[in-house]
């Protein structure tokens, strides 16, 4: 992992250096191991965003952003997924002790976004004013990715607002998944020991039940179930600003290492407890959201976020959707929910119109 | 059974901790660690679990920084904050939940509605948590909180003992879950009815809600719907299969009611569920055993025990089985019982704040010079000991002691707090009448303990003697009659009914036949019961109505008391009783 320190070190170094025919500009965000710029192709003067993997980076790190590479490429053709331009491994010229030392960078070429989603939840005096049709139409955008990717094969695992990109061209918002640098291809053996999968990997406020209590499985359907958490995490902070485990577990670490001590024990939790609790805070949730598209709400998250895994891969609860792809009937109450809030919306100007009538 | 006017307690199942006592908040942590086994242990290889944990902390904790530094708001604060908890940081993390309610409230103030809800339910329960309460409610009343916001702040209070502050939360509710949260408030203030009232409801909404069926559960045994608590109980187990703190609640009622066909096709269902055993559970398997007659297999299960205490790293629970197993030992014969009591205090020392340890030392404690012992001993769980033990130990105490005024007023106690409980039956039957002469008060305990255990040959011998010294002789006699052959303790009390009943031959003729008994049983009780003949012919004024000599001639012969008998409770009450009334001591014909 990279300090603070060190990242605003290598942002320095890094602006304003050419990598092939990119030259970076300004630093658009930092993750764990890597950082983000604005850049431009000084051949073609296209914008674009690069995103650089720190130099000190351990060698699962290196391993994670091969593979984004990899994956981005082999997802160049669904418009759910960020747009991969090029990548590579460029030296840039460094200085030691008066001495030039190439230093070799790897990076990713990427379609520039326009910022992401965490960026209007956050605050929330701005999350209160965004419209809940749009961030329905976000939640909406998300799951289409996620359905694309699941089809082409590969999980995203790593779900949440700030791997939400919103791509604006003229007066329509589209939502990419950026950040594949812990997605799996789903055809391919499990490239890590089993005991890396049971735990999952990143921000523990994000990581479904299965991660926290020393569960994950290694097999396709248990990265999908993953992928179906963070879809349901992410609605739940499109209405609050924290994602579900969050919201249902309280101290994640606390949880995690009484199931470090379980597992030397040679035992486990059972997750079915926990169904009510979601449930409660599901209802918690609701409470935020129009009255209109409540019940859909509540039956989505219920559904994508069941504690047990192998509930949320189960059909749909609605009789006309049972036959149709897993997520198809997700992306469908989406649009219903879209639906209902527009004509909440219509409604609403309609008695304004009327109201303002009566006034005049 | 043991001698005359003496409370044997040793074998009694009251020194484990019972599962039923506490009620459960619902949607906490309780229950939520490990209980089934894994087929394998994936993480033992490769790099560290605790390395990999500690970078997830690490990556949770950078992530939510980075936010805090981009937008400082309640919701990326509150972010911050639970990142610092998680990483166990509680100083940071309680500034920076701190920091989040305070931007809370000032946007309330300003909007006159809490715009980041969740936030702020989040920082307020980080800092209680941190045991924070004061500045958690603080925050809490300073902001208008609505729906499940309201109910989880009132819920919170609710587990810290602050219940009209809950109340003020909870009431004012409407949330889902609402009627879950109230029961557990009204079962932890100890109105059993309305928290079954709640808690029925909120079933309805929530058939699979274990907390409340656990909670309804607790209530309905406390009511003493016991047919009703037994089937909520085993509602809950099936909703929640794998939380041990119901399943243990389930097996324990199945104990406390000897049902152990039930019981041993739980366990056996248990076992086909995966659950791996835990120190508890071993004990309620113990206690079942034991309380079957298989001492053996008993003390198997509690050494069993004992080595799932020491992996769970248990103080308390492994206190519990030690001093069990030092007291089942000693009632078994298997070690002697001054070397139990020795090895109870050497427990004590160890584990001073364990209740259950002074719980099985007043068991086996029988001489009066472990009393002051047992007296430091009390006072260092006083103030924690619940009513009933303290008022258990108290009387054994006063007992060991001789002050038969103390002993006869928290055995009173400890029946009205544990009326089901034959031992605290038997010991207010004793105390008050033999003890005190209080026969007519004595007599009533008598009478209701005879319906509940009409059947149990301590209690017939302690109610007949009662009986016959409150004039009911005859009925006294019919009691024990169909009992007292062959047992020298009932032929004596039977004996005692025939001299109440004037019929002094063959009163003195059985007295004669138990002490013959008792002497081949090689039982040190020929003079106690020389003792008890003599307070009884005093007590019925018999030396009045009959000619002295004739019945001198028919008593038993007088017998040295044992040169302990200033080290023993049952002489003892006999001694204070006698100086009271001014008999001659040792007490004979």
């Not at chain 1, 958490?229 to 924290?242: D, F, H, M, N, P």
């Not at chain 2, 904790?61 to 940081?89: F, H, M």
């Not at chain 2, 099936?238 to 703190?245: E, L, T, V, W, Y």
């Not at chain 2, 019961?529 to 009045?544: F, S």
Request: overall charge negative; some cysteine.
């Amino acid at each position: 992992m990279a300090s603070q320190a060190e990242r605003e070190a290598w942002v320095q170094i890094l602006t304003g250096q050419r990598l092939g025919d990119y030259e970076l500009q300004v630093c658009l965000g930092a993750g764990f191991f890597g950082l983000v710029f604005e850049a431009q192709n000084v051949v073609t003067g296209a914008r674009v965003a690069v995103k650089v993997l720190i130099p000190s980076s351990d060698p699962e790190a290196i391993l994670d952003f091969e593979n984004e590479a990899i994956l981005l490429q082999k997802l160049n053709g669904c418009d759910g997924v960020i747009t991969y331009v090029d990548g590579g491994l460029e030296s840039i010229e460094m200085v030691a002790q008066g001495v030039g030392v190439p230093m070799p960078i790897r990076f990713h070429v990427l379609a520039v976004a326009s910022g992401s989603v965490d960026e209007l939840i956050l605050d929330p005096a701005a999350r209160s004013e965004l419209d809940w049709t749009e961030r329905i139409r976000i939640f909406r955008g998300a799951v289409k990715g996620v359905h694309q990717m699941h089809l082409a094969g590969v999980a995203h695992r790593d779900l949440k607002s700030s791997n939400c990109l919103l791509m604006v061209v003229g007066s329509t918002t589209r939502l990419r998944l950026g950040d594949l640098g812990r997605a799996k291809d789903l055809r391919s053996p499990p490239t890590m020991l089993v005991g890396r999968y049971i735990q999952g990997r990143g921000d523990l406020r994000f990581a479904a039940p299965e991660f926290l209590w020393l569960q994950g499985g290694d097999t396709a359907s248990d990265f999908m179930a993953a992928d179906y958490y963070g879809l349901g995490s992410l609605l739940v902070e499109l209405a609050t600003g924290q994602p579900l485990t969050s919201l249902a577990l309280g101290n994640v670490g606390a949880v995690m290492q009484q199931a470090a001590v379980d597992l030397q024990r040679g035992q486990t939790g059972d997750l079915a407890t926990l169904n009510l609790l979601y449930r409660r805070v599901i209802a918690e949730v609701m409470d935020l959201m129009p009255k209109s598209i409540q019940h859909d709400a509540q039956v989505l998250l219920a559904n994508l976020c069941h504690p047990l895994p192998t509930e949320r891969l189960a059909r749909s609860p609605y009789h006309r959707d049972r036959h149709v792809e897993p997520l198809e009937w997700v992306l469908r109450r989406a649009d219903i929910m879209i639906r209902r809030l527009e004509i909440d919306a219509r409604e609403e100007r309609r008695i304004a119109r009327k109201l303002e009538r009566a006034a005049s | 059974m043991s001698s005359l006017g003496q409370l044997e307690v040793i074998r009694a199942d009251k020194s484990f901790d019972s599962e039923t006592a506490g009620p459960t908040l619902p949607g906490s942590a309780q229950g939520r660690s490990g209980s089934k086994a894994r087929g394998s242990h994936p993480a033992k290889s490769g790099r560290g679990l605790d390395d990999q944990i500690s970078d997830s902390l690490a990556e949770t904790l950078d992530a939510a920084v980075r936010n805090v530094a981009s937008v400082r708001s309640s919701t990326t604060l509150v972010a911050l904050a639970a990142a610092y908890e998680a990483l166990g940081e509680a100083q940071e993390s309680i500034k920076t939940a701190t920091e989040a309610l305070d931007l809370s409230v000032t946007s309330a103030r300003a909007q006159g509605v809490v715009v980041d809800p969740v936030a702020a339910r989040l920082a307020i329960e980080i800092l209680f948590r941190a045991g924070r309460i004061d500045e958690g409610v603080l925050f809490a009343t300073s902001m208008p909180l609505v729906g499940q916001v309201r109910l989880s702040v009132g819920a919170m209070l609710a587990s810290v003992g602050r219940l009209d502050e809950a109340h003020s939360f909870i009431d004012g509710s409407d949330a889902i879950g609402r009627d879950a949260v109230r029961g557990f408030l009204q079962i932890t203030e100890g109105n059993n009815y309305a928290a079954i009232s709640s808690l029925r409801s909120a079933l309805r909404s929530a058939p699979d809600d274990a907390d409340s069926a656990l909670n309804l559960s607790i209530a309905f045994w406390r009511i003493g719907a016991k047919r009703k608590a037994i089937s909520t109980a085993l509602q809950a187990t099936r909703s929640a299969p794998g939380r041990q703190d119901v399943g243990l609640h389930y097996l324990e009622l199945l104990v406390a009611e000897a049902d152990f066909d039930r019981f041993d096709r739980e366990i056996a269902l248990l076992g086909r569920l995966d659950v791996v055993p835990s120190a508890r559970l071993y004990i309620l398997q113990a206690r079942a055993t034991l309380a079957r007659g298989d001492i053996d297999a008993g003390i198997r299960l509690l050494e069993q025990a004992s080595a799932a205490a020491k992996a769970e790293d248990d103080h308390q629970v492994l206190a519990e089985v030690q001093s069990n197993l030092i007291r089942i030992r000693a009632w078994n014969g298997k070690i002697d019982r001054e070397l139990a009591v020795s090895r109870l205090f050497s427990l004590h020392s160890q584990f001073p704040t364990s209740e259950v340890v002074i719980v099985s030392l007043a068991q086996v404690v029988n001489r009066r010079r472990h009393a002051a012992a047992m007296h430091n001993a009390l006072e260092s769980v006083r103030d924690t000991m619940v009513d009933a033990r303290l008022a258990f130990v108290e009387h054994q105490i006063a007992s060991l002691e001789g002050n038969n005024e103390v002993a006869a007023e928290k055995a009173v106690e400890w029946y009205t707090l544990e009326p089901e409980d034959l031992n605290a039956s038997i010991a207010v039957i004793v105390a008050l009448g033999i003890g005190q002469e209080r026969w007519e008060e004595a007599a009533e305990f008598a009478r209701s303990a005879l319906l509940k255990y009409p059947n149990d040959p301590s209690q017939i011998n302690n109610v007949a003697y009662v009986l016959a010294m409150v004039g009911k002789a005859e009925e006294a006699i019919e009691l024990l009659t169909p009992h007292a052959k062959g047992q020298f303790v009932l032929t004596a009390t039977l004996g005692l009914a025939y001299l109440a009943a004037n019929q002094i031959h063959t009163g003195m003729k059985l007295y004669r036949e138990a002490a013959n008994m008792a002497e081949k049983e090689k039982d040190d009780s020929r003079s106690l019961m020389t003792a008890y003949q003599a307070l009884v012919v005093h007590q019925l004024g018999l030396l009045d109505t009959s000619d002295p000599a004739a019945l001198t001639a028919m008593s038993l012969p007088p017998v040295a008391l044992p040169d302990d008998w200033r080290e023993r409770s049952e002489f003892l009450r006999l001694h204070t009783l006698a100086a009271s009334k001014g008999y001659e001591w040792p007490l004979t014909l």
